[in-house]
């Protein structure tokens, strides 16, 4: 799945909530904060880490790939 960016960057949180992974942004606070989303192949527990293109973010066995 990929995310075009609109802007410089978008934070993981929103990440999550446009590709549809969560319902909401209380949801997307809940996973990130348990150590459940990878950024890049690590664990990233910033709600409001500033993804560019190029990255990629793993979560519930899903990749959501950020592009520019």
């Not at 949801?27 to 950024?39: N, Y």
């Not at 990233?44 to 880490?49: A, D, L, N, P």
């Amino acid at each position: 799945m990929k995310i075009k960016l609109k802007d410089e960057f978008i934070k993981l949180g929103q990440a999550l909530k446009a590709a549809g992974l969560v319902d909401s942004g209380v949801v997307a606070k809940i996973v990130i904060q348990d150590g459940e989303v990878l950024v890049n192949g690590e664990v990233e527990t910033r709600r409001g880490k500033k993804l560019y293109g190029g990255e990629v973010v793993s979560f519930d066995g899903q990749e959501i790939h950020i592009v520019k």
